[in-house]
Structures are given as structure tokens and as C-alpha cells.
């Protein structure tokens, strides 16, 4: 190649080609609408019915949660944990994103989370929920992932 062509940035055919092999394949990732409504579903259809399990059947009433509220918490969260992590692992969604066709993948492979990262997903998320901190940082990024995706290494992704 010319030095000419360099400086003008002009390539041949040959070298288009093989800029396109190396391109990796990106993933379709989901939407933030997406991702926020199957938030919203799986709350309703996970998280409420063991919210109240545990408030009125554990601890008899409100005012008896408010007590020992830390208490109540590893009550919830704990089974909590265990169905959405089952979800993430056999199925990589749970039923709220089944409802709006997108799932969580291992980012390197494009597989379901194994069992490690659906666990590290659920405790990153649990942080990132409670502390806002990282629920920002899907907005300064363009594959939308979230620092609890980051930091665990899946995507959420729109199926095809």
C-alpha cells in the first residue's frame, strides 16, 4: 500500500474484508423500557407474594415486621434469591422477562449465566438496587448494561 492511500485513509477491497471478519458480532441488547416493565412484572409475580408470606404469615402482622425488620428482610431476600436465581440459571429469564422476550446471557459466550454469575448477578443487583449507584451507568454506556452486569459479566438481551 501507498503512502499516499495511508494518509488519505483509502483501503483496497482486500483489506475491507478482512476488517469486516474482525469485527465481532454484537449482542441485541434490550431496551431500558424492557428491562423496566419485566422489573416491575417480576416484582409483582415474584417478590409480593413472598413479601407477604412473610409479613403475615412469619411475623403475624405489619407492626411485627416493623419490629425486627433486618430480620424480615433475610426472610424475604433469601428465598427471594433462590427462585430468581433458579429462573436465571435453568431458563436465563424470569417470568416478567419472558413476558417482554428478553433474556440474561453470559456476555463472552452468549449462554445462559451459569450458576456463579446468576448468583453474583443477583447479590450485584441487591447493591446496585439499594445504593442507586450503578443504576445510572447503563446510561453512559451504549450496550445498556448496568455495573450489576459488569460486574458479573452478562447482558440482557432482546431474543430474536
Not at 407477604?52 to 424480615?72: C, K, P, S, T
Not at 463472552?108 to 448477578?121: A, D, F, V, Y
Request: glycine share 8%.
Amino acid at each position: 500500500m501507498r503512502w499516499r492511500d495511508v494518509k488519505q485513509h483509502k483501503t483496497t477491497h482486500a483489506e475491507k474484508i478482512l476488517k469486516k471478519d474482525k469485527i465481532e458480532p454484537t449482542l441485541p441488547y434490550a431496551s431500558y423500557g424492557d428491562k423496566i416493565k419485566a422489573f416491575i412484572t417480576d416484582t409483582f409475580l415474584i417478590s409480593m407474594p413472598i413479601f407477604y408470606a412473610v409479613i403475615y404469615l412469619i411475623f403475624g402482622n405489619r407492626e411485627g415486621f416493623q419490629n425486627d425488620m433486618l430480620l424480615g428482610w433475610f426472610y424475604i431476600l433469601g428465598p427471594l434469591g433462590i427462585v430468581i436465581i433458579l429462573f436465571y440459571f435453568i431458563a436465563g429469564q424470569t417470568p416478567g422477562m419472558k413476558a417482554y422476550d428478553i433474556k440474561v446471557v453470559e456476555t463472552k459466550t452468549g449462554e445462559k449465566p451459569s450458576l456463579i454469575l446468576s448468583i453474583l448477578r443477583f447479590f450485584f443487583f441487591n447493591i446496585v438496587l439499594f445504593s442507586f449507584v450503578g443504576l445510572f451507568a447503563s446510561f453512559f454506556r451504549e450496550d445498556r448494561r448496568g455495573l450489576h452486569d459488569i460486574l458479573s459479566g452478562t447482558s440482557v438481551i432482546k431474543m430474536t
